[in-house]
Structures are given as structure tokens and as C-alpha cells.
């Protein structure tokens, strides 16, 4: 409609050629048009998104209740001198310092300790299957869960999910004194579920190398936010990862593969995708079977993405750089009623900061800044993103619109300690915030992350088919 008006503005236009007024006069048009058309289609967004709340899921809603958190942080432990005491009180008036501060009196609220450990085989007589971000979760053989920097892949074949993730359980230390606190690389941990609860450890699907110093996969290397996807074509199981070297120079991604979704894998090779530096990374498997790859670059201050080729063993040479200049890592993507969306990190290091959702049209761009997802806790959990960081987003089968949001809260003091921050995800309600390089809102619905201390998926809710 908004098309044929625009021809009919013309037609009535096309009398006062070469007026210069009229030319005014049909650019202001054109503008009120175009408004007119961004508020109509905006109106369209919002009732639509009511329709989708109503016919929602009741237990969605339950997911959607906003949580408040009252953390008081400590007073200061001992006055040395005024100046000190001064000091410690700015600092601890942010709850990032006292989160990062390993001897905080506040320590057991961001790491509660094993005696609240999440336990699958003695929490299921309960009838439990509660989610409790940031606690222990043990495996069903009543071992901490390592999958950090983790991603899920849903297997057809099997029914069954696989949680793959950076197995982090060894000492941190580091490699040079202005070095990032680190790990050994130990290899790649997979755990399997059918109900993303319990999970059973698979073991190291893809093992560091011990002598060959030269190798990618050397111990005293970096492998970061493994990722794999399954190629209906050749039948392989896929793994996409960050390679690095302890310095973070080598900036590569790696890539292995194997015949079953618990391995084991095997290493094919590394590289710097399109030529490029290429540090936190994700892909993502569309509908049409095509797998993107996406991660920072150009020193962590943009995006690349581009598509895989048919085997996805490599990419293509197309590639699109997005969200220049906003430094943005730890991508986690996925799709709603052909929207893609995606959330992100700031960059700085092993402590937590704001995510975005970022929203477009076409993968490849362009990508438009939509806001801070997280809702409530309280003001430094949202501008910490609960004090975690994002690597994956879980779709929800038969509840549309709701995912899983995969989070990591990062323990730079002993990093194999570091914990999982899942909550719910969910796409719907009016944007409330403009886009960033213009005046309209985002014709998508909100993406919100609800802040829970303990939730569960809807009982109701079942791996299908
Ligand atoms: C199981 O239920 C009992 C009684 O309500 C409670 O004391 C206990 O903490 C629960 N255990 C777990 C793991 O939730
Ligand atoms: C060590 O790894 C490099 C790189 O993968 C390889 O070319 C070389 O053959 C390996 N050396 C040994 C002794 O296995
Ligand atoms: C990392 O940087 C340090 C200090 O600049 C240097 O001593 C070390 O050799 C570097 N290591 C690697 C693997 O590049």
C-alpha cells in the first residue's frame, strides 16, 4: 500500500516540473510517507507481539516474571588510613569490584560452594530439574560440569542434545607476567541429555596435544568456544574453535571432525578466516542447511560473518563486516520468524559487562544495535549480564519464541571453577529502545533475558519428535 501511494504522489507531482518547490514539496511528502510507513508497520510489530502473548504458553509467563535482587555490598573490612578507607569505599561501591575481588565477604553469592551443588541424580527425587545460574552443576556422575565457553548441538538421529564446551580443569596461572590468567588446554568436553538437565559426561572429544609444542592444540596454547553442526551431506560431525596462542597473536580458527557427535574428533587444520585476525567466534546453521561463521576481528573492534562451504570445512570468500567500531565478542545467534538475532559482550577480558541483541533481516547484514536484553536483578546485574558472559543460544521446540540463553560467569582466580548462567530467553513486547543511527524503533519485538535465582523449563516441555 505504502508503494502505490508513492506512485500516486508522483503522478500528482509530475505537473510541476522543474518547480523547485515542488521538489521540496515532494521530498517533505516522501519523508511524512516514509514516518507514516515506519509508525504503521511499528503499530503492525506491537499488536501482533499481543496476539503472540496471549496465545503464548502459560508456563512462558512464569519465565517472564521479573526478579529482583537486593545485594548489599559489605561495608569496608578495616580502615588502614583515611585515604585507603576512602579508596575501598568508591571501590566497593560497585558490585563489579566486589564480584572480582577473590577475598570479597560477598564471594558465596556469585560462587555458592559445593554444598549447594546442582546434583541430577539426587535433585530429580525431588522432582526438580530447577536451574540455579551460577551453582556447582554436577554431571550424573556427580562431577562439576566442564564445558565452558560452551555450544549445543541438538542431534536428530539420536534425539538427544550435546553440550560441547572448554574442558578448564586444571590450575590457572600465567604464561608471563602481563599475561591473561589462563589454563592448560585440555581438550574439548562433551556431555549428553535428553532433557538439557541431566547430563552425562561424554568424555574429551577432542584432547590437547602433550609434546608437540608446534601443534595447534598444544597444552600451553588457547582453544576457546568450540562449536559443532552436522552436515546432513557428508554425515560428519563438525567442530568450529578459537586457536590461539597463549598471547592471543595467532588469532585463528580451528577446525575438526568426526563420524559421531561424541567423537572422537580429529584435527584437520587452523586459519585466519578471509585473511583476517578472528578471535571469539560462533557459527550458526540456518534453515537452508548453510552454516555462517562469525567472530571478532580487526583486534576485536568489529564482526565478520559469511557463510561456510557445502562440507563446511572452510569458508566462502563472501564476507560482510558488522557492528564496526562497537568491539563486540562473544556472539551467540539465532532465528525467529525469519528475523536473525544475536546477542554480545563487550571486550574486557574474564570480567563481565553489558550484552546487546543486535537484530537484521538478511544474516549478512546489515545488523542493527537494539539494546540491553537483561531484565531484572538489579541495575549491575543488567549492566553485567548477571555476571556472566554469552555463548550460545538454545532454541526451545514448541514454545516459539523461547530459547535458552547460555551464559558464562567467568572465575579468573581459578577459571576451572568458572560457572554456567542459563536463563530464559524470550523474543516478544515492544522494543523500548530507538535504533542507534536513527529516530524510528526497531520493527522487532524485544529480546529479554529474565533474571531467575532458580527456574525450570515448563514440565510440559519434551525433547519432540
Ligand atoms: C529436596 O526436598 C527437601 C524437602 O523439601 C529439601 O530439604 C531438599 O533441600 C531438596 N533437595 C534438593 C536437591 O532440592
Ligand atoms: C607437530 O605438529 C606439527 C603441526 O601439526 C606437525 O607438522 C608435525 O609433524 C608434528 N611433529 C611430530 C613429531 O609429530
Ligand atoms: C608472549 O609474550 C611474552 C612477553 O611479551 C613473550 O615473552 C612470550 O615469548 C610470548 N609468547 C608467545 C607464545 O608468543
Known amino acids: 500500500m505504502a508503494i502505490s501511494g508513492t506512485g500516486n504522489l508522483h503522478r ?39 496476539q503472540l502473548h496471549v496465545s503464548r504458553h502459560p508456563l512462558v509467563r512464569e519465565l ?5 535482587e537486593n545485594i548489599q555490598v559489605p561495608p569496608p573490612k578495616k580502615k588502614k588510613s583515611p585515604h585507603a578507607a576512602k579508596r575501598r569505599r568508591k571501590r566497593s561501591a560497585n558490585l563489579i569490584d566486589e564480584f572480582l575481588d577473590e577475598n570479597s565477604q560477598i564471594r558465596h553469592v556469585f560462587f555458592p560452594d ?9 535433585g530429580v527425587e525431588n522432582g ?46 600465567r604464561a608471563h607476567k602481563r599475561g591473561a590468567a589462563r589454563v592448560d588446554v585440555i581438550g574439548v568436553g562433551c556431555y ?28 600451553s596454547n588457547v582453544l576457546e568456544r568450540p562449536k559443532v553442526v552436522f552436515n546432513a551431506k557428508t554425515g560428519k560431525y563438525v567442530m568450529w574453535m578459537h586457536i590461539d596462542d597463549a598471547n592471543y597473536t595467532k588469532a585463528s580458527v580451528g577446525i575438526a571432525i568426526s563420524d559421531y557427535p561424541t567423537g572422537p574428533f580429529e584435527y584437520l587444520r587452523s586459519q585466519r578466516p578471509h585473511g583476517f585476525d578472528s578471535r571469539d567466534m560462533t557459527i550458526f546453521k540456518d534453515d537452508d542447511g548453510v ?14 560473518i559469511g557463510p561456510l562451504t557445502d562440507d563446511y570445512l572452510d569458508v566462502q570468500p563472501d564476507m560482510r563486516r558488522i557492528l564496526i567500531g562497537q568491539h563486540r565478542e562473544a556472539p551467540a545467534l539465532f532465528k525467529y520468524q525469519g ?36 531484565i531484572g536483578g538489579n541495575k549491575m546485574f543488567r549492566l553485567a549480564t548477571f555476571f556472566a558472559q554469552s555463548t550460545f543460544v538454545v532454541p526451545l521446540p514448541g514454545i516459539p519464541g523461547s530459547y535458552i540463553f547460555m551464559a558464562d560467569r567467568w572465575n579468573p582466580a581459578e577459571l576451572r571453577n568458572s560457572r554456567y548462567v542459563w536463563l530464559p530467553l524470550i523474543v516478544g513486547g515492544p522494543p523500548d529502545r530507538p535504533l542507534e543511527y536513527n529516530f524510528g524503533f526497531p520493527p522487532w519485538p524485544r529480546v529479554s533475558i529474565y533474571w531467575h535465582k532458580k527456574w525450570r523449563l515448563p514440565p510440559s516441555w519434551k525433547v519432540s519428535k
Open 192 to 219: 549428553s541429555s535428553k532433557d538439557l538437565w541431566t547430563w552425562k559426561n561424554q568424555g574429551i572429544v577432542l584432547a590437547a596435544e602433550q609434546t608437540n609444542e608446534t601443534h595447534d592444540l598444544h597444552k
Open 64 to 68: 517472564e516474571q521479573v526478579e529482583e
Open 12 to 50: 500528482a507531482l509530475s505537473g510541476y516540473r522543474c518547480s523547485r518547490s515542488a521538489m521540496v514539496w515532494s521530498l517533505v511528502g516522501l519523508l511524512l510517507l516514509l514516518q507514516l510507513y515506519s509508525l504503521a508497520s511499528r503499530r503492525n510489530v506491537v499488536r501482533g507481539d499481543i
Open 114 to 122: 559445593m554444598k549447594s551443588a546442582v546434583d541430577p541424580v539426587k
Open 339 to 374: 528475523t536473525y538475532y544475536m546477542v554480545t559482550s563487550g571486550c574486557t577480558g574474564w570480567a563481565p559487562n553489558e550484552a546487546l541483541a543486535h537484530a537484521a533481516e538478511s544474516i549478512m547484514g546489515p545488523w542493527e544495535t537494539m539494546g540491553n536484553p537483561c
Open 291 to 304: 552454516v555462517y561463521l562469525i567472530y571478532s576481528s580487526q583486534d576485536n573492534s568489529e564482526l565478520h
Open 128 to 173: 526438580s530439574h530447577h536451574y540455579y545460574p551460577g551453582k556447582i552443576w554436577l554431571d550424573t556422575e556427580g562431577n562439576p560440569i566442564q564445558a565452558h565457553g560452551g555450544g549445543m548441538l541438538y542431534d536428530e538421529r539420536s534425539n538427544t542434545y550435546y553440550w560441547y564446551g572448554e574442558y578448564k580443569d586444571g590450575p590457572t596461572y
